[in-house]
């Protein structure tokens, strides 16, 4: 559903985007992570035709959007519905009306387009809120009128610019469910553009990581997430954070000679780690942390265990590896 090839974005000296190839099959939640100025805005940008790449191709449900320019742009457009962090409804007008506002600029009749509209609020579960203003609307409700106004030309595609960083833990799951089940019902194509990595976890199928304009990671969520030792695996599953004086305690020694050993559960799961570190005199009370989540039926994260020595590091990691089982010492 939605095709880049080689995209190259830049300004001037800047390169935003660089040989970005990048697909996203219908009905599938994509999410796009990366650190501030790595290219998310830009990739956005160039598809909604909002800015013209430099080189490459965007295509979206077959179309290539660079090709094209005034009515052939605008029809393209009407393929994707936007919802951004700040809802931006217009004050003055009721829920219904908000929603029901491109389609009157696209010249739809009344009669229709308020029928559509009140049809949309009940999809999102605001159909008794149609009469409300903004005013009297909290902030998860006010992003779901903005999500009922990007599907109101019933788009192809939903591109959510963080669209829950303004709301709370409550509202954000809320909003993420009635993400999937629009997904779900419409068959929608979601791109999601976010940097808390708890909405990729909770409903991204595949995820790609952009870092300095580049694709550094993409994948299906449960291939990525269980790939041992990568940097985004870890943000996606993080462990709690470790006290200062915590370092040492599960062993009761002193700090200074203690180290720390992470392994990863992809692959294999938490019993054979145990029986493995157990063989070399390594128990469960030398677990210092850890993080277990259960992704496709199959167990993902990492554990930590705390060890008296280099010597005792080196002998962990050695056994672990023995079965295939792979262990860093963790700084
Ligand atoms: N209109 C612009 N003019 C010049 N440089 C830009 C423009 N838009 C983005 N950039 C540069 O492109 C890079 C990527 O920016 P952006 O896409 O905004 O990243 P992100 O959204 O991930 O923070 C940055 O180095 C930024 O300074
Ligand atoms: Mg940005």
Known sequence: MIELASLRKTFGDTVALEEIDLSVPAGE???IVGRSGAGKSTL???LTGLERPSSGTVAIDGTDITDQSGSGL???RRSIGMVF????????RTALHNVAHPLQIAGVSKAERLAKARELLEIVGLGDRADNYPAQLSGGQKQRVGIARALAAEPKVLLCDEPTSALDATTTDQILGLIRSLRDRLGITVLIITHEMSVIREICDSVTLLADGRVAKTGKLAEVISEPGSTLAKDLV??????LDDKGAAEG????TSRLVEVS???TSLPTVLTSAQAVGVGADSILAGAVETIEGKQVGRIRFTVASAAASKELITALEAEGIYAEEAA
């Open 265 to 267: 559960l992809a692959g």
């Open 44 to 46: 956005i940008r160039c």
């Open 74 to 76: 605008r029809e393209a």
């Open 253 to 256: 020694s002193e700090s200074s």
């Open 85 to 92: 962090q700040h809802v931006n409804l217009l004050d003055s």
């Open 29 to 31: 939640i994509h999410g």
């Open 238 to 243: 993080p462990l709690p954070p470790i006290g």
